[in-house]
């Protein structure tokens, strides 16, 4: 049945804890976040989007503005069909996880685009080597249950780097893997190769054995990329993650809940392109929505803002019966 670590944020009546909204306080960023959807809407950049938001009775389409604004119903009903409960099944079924409820898993942080050279201390652009290096050391830590792409390989082609990083992860690890965003035609390779490693496309989609990431584009951009993503996702059953990453201040509402507004409603319309593309669709709320440093303009993933956004998330997620996955403060 795979991996089902200790619950989190359970109503105890003994000890601390943190429990940032009521239900009412989640019910009104819920409204506030359909408003949104169907007000202002999202600009989605991609014609293959647009389409299967078109042939949804009742979302409005501007194909000249790319905008999509979205009805209460649509995005109310894609939240529903989307699973409660997802297996990220590794190569070894040992390394299962089974996502769902309260329970916790870890994963390291990824995306990387500089390293510390381990044997002079060199810092310098990461390479597929170190990709294949930390995978392997992630692989041995008891503590991590998947393998998120930790760094960029910035030695090969930038064309075809994201299939570079697809075979080191699938090559290095057991357990289940995730990397960020490639675009249709990289993730229907990507796809390809996991299934070659599956025993084909249904067994992939029986044990899907990798994730894949997409950041619409804040505020309220759901880029090609992204796009692509999302769909070729949705109809081959792979898990995927939809996290937003807003800065509070800069691409976002400076309040916490004006940018959890704006991160919801990036994350839902995401779920929605899913849902409408293959109802049923695996998708995870995902979230490395932070503050904007004002002093360096840049996006302090380690700060206490991020903490504390990270946990309204979560209940956010747990709100709507969604899986989640966080960035650590």
């Known amino acids: 049945m795979g991996k089902r670590q200790a619950s989190a944020g359970m109503q105890l009546t003994r000890g601390i804890g943190l429990n940032l909204f009521s239900d009412d306080e989640l019910y009104e960023l819920h409204l506030a976040t359909l408003k949104l959807l169907q007000q202002t809407g999202v600009r989605v950049e991609y014609d293959r989007a647009l389409d299967i938001f078109e042939g949804m009775a009742g979302v409005v389409v501007d194909r000249k503005a790319q905008l999509v604004k979205i009805p209460p119903y649509v995005v109310e009903d894609a939240i529903r069909s989307a699973p409660g409960e997802i297996l990220l099944a590794g190569r070894d079924p040992k390394n299962d996880v089974v996502l769902g409820g309260t329970g916790v898993n870890f994963t390291n942080f990824g995306e990387a685009i500089m390293a510390v050279d381990p044997f002079n201390g060199e810092r310098r652009e990461s390479t597929k080597q170190d990709v294949a290096n930390i995978v392997l050391v992630a692989d041995a830590l008891d503590e991590i249950d998947l393998v998120w792409r930790p760094c960029v390989a910035r030695d090969v082609s930038p064309e075809a780097s994201a299939l570079h990083v697809m075979e080191v992860l699938l090559a290095n690890t057991t357990k289940h893997v995730a990397s960020g965003d490639g675009g249709e035609e990289l993730t229907r390779v990507r796809i390809e190769m996991a299934a070659a490693v599956a025993g084909g496309k249904e067994k992939l989609r029986e044990r899907p054995l990798w994730t894949t990431v997409s950041c619409p584009a804040s505020p309220l951009t759901l880029g090609k990329v992204q796009c ?32 959890l507004v704006t991160h919801n409603a990036e994350v839902l319309a995401e779920v929605v392109l899913s849902q409408l593309s293959c109802k049923g669709a695996p998708i995870i709320y995902g979230s490395s929505t932070t503050c904007l440093d004002l002093r360096t303009a840049t996006a302090p993933v380690g700060s206490p803002e991020l903490a504390v956004i990270s946990a309204a998330v979560v209940k956010l997620a747990q709100y709507y019966h969604l899986c989640s996955l966080v960035a650590g403060g």
């Open 228 to 259: 692509g993503d999302v769909i070729e996702c949705a109809m081959a059953g792979v898990p995927h993650i939809a996290l937003s990453m807003a800065m509070a201040g800069g691409t976002s509402p400076v309040t916490l809940a004006g940018a």
